[in-house]
């Protein structure tokens, strides 16, 4: 017996429509989840404004979120209705080699969710028990609803090898990049330095405990020029990896962590000339998901700080507008269906 839905479906670039949908209850080790919270990440916006990572539509989008089990299949063994979710945005096969190795984020068919199947804004998603992490009762949902992006975070520090106290820069104060000072002051103790075109965001960055922020064409950047032993790239623009390149000490690291939309350019010889590294990070572990429930279960970073908003599903519209535009949003936009 089918039920109906309300729920946000992606037809195409800036095309989202509130609809009534009809879904399948669970079946074999199908969970049915009352969806509380999602946040609209960055690919979320590569899709809205170019329909980037879609493999078909209409779709329900958006990969982050948590919940409330509803109702279970009956092959379900780990969850039961009443328990608390946060969804694994990845969709892996589960057979090929990195994902027998449990580098799910790497499997050769890697999708999201929202992109290859339906996703979050919706009142409900129903997916396979293994594609949600438990979590303990007493973390509020609001918190956690940080959890994905915070793993996100978590996996770009984890990648390199950060010194306890040392320097770090972030282009770019978007949600990752937040989230990223927040969890590198938490673990390491870095000062950190942001660079940022958007004021509040800058402002935001400046009350979550950067050390300075700093425009992109402020000349007050020169003096950080080749200065900095671990720059990350939070944006996936040119000027932005342009920036962490010149920012980066001789020898030093460069994390790569946006995903461009459009081809590179730039003096590529920075890399060379200062043998930087570069190390491209994509998604997130299941470790990562396991200590950013941990630090946020335990109180050691709050995430809270970094959401702007929060909406309702009939203005998810207004929603993607508002963090398509940094001048405004300095911060995560969630919408509570
Ligand atoms: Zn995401
Ligand atoms: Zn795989």
Redesign the pocket.
């Known amino acids: 017996m089918v039920f109906i839905m309300r729920a946000a479906r992606y037809y195409a670039p800036r095309d989202i429509r509130i609809e009534n949908v009809e879904m399948k209850p669970p079946e074999g080790n199908e969970v049915q989840v009352r969806i509380k919270g999602a946040g609209i990440c960055g690919s979320d916006l590569h899709n809205y404004r170019k329909g980037m990572f879609m493999d078909r539509v209409p779709i329900i989008t958006g990969h982050e979120f948590v919940g409330i089990v509803e109702q279970t299949g009956p092959l379900v063994k780990g969850l039961k209705p009443g328990d608390h979710v946060v969804a694994d945005s990845r969709v892996?096969?589960?057979?090929?080699e990195?994902?027998k190795q449990g580098r799910?984020n790497l499997?050769?068919?890697?999708g999201f969710l929202g992109e290859v199947c339906e996703g979050a804004f919706a009142e409900f998603a129903v997916l396979s028990e293994s594609q949600f992490f438990k979590l303990p009762l007493d973390l509020p949902l609001e918190k956690a609803v940080l959890l994905e992006p915070f793993a996100v975070s978590l996996h770009l520090l984890r990648s390199v090898k950060v010194e306890a106290g040392s320097h770090l820069g972030i282009v770019g104060a978007g949600p990752i990049g937040l989230l990223a000072l927040l969890a590198a002051r938490e673990l390491f103790k870095c000062r950190v330095s942001i660079v940022e075109p958007s004021m509040v965001r800058r402002e935001k960055a400046l009350q979550l405990g950067a050390e300075t922020a700093v425009e992109p064409t402020d000349r007050e950047l020169e003096k950080y020029f080749s200065s900095i032993p671990l720059v990350i790239e939070a944006v996936g623009r040119s000027a932005a990896f342009n920036t962490a390149l010149k920012l980066a000490a001789k020898g030093g690291t460069v994390v790569l962590a946006g995903l461009f939309e459009d081809a590179y350019r730039g003096d590529i010889n920075l890399i060379t000339e200062k043998e930087l590294t570069i190390k491209g990070v994509n998604g997130f572990t299941n470790s990562n998901i396991y200590e950013a429930i941990k630090l946020i279960h335990g109180g050691h970073v709050d995430p809270s700080g970094v959401i702007f908003k929060r909406v309702g599903l009939e203005d998810i519209n207004e929603a993607f507008n508002l963090m398509d535009n940094p001048e405004i949003s300095d911060g995560k936009v969630i919408v509570e269906p």
């Open positions: 892996y096969c589960g057979k090929c990195d994902c799910y499997c050769a068919g890697l």
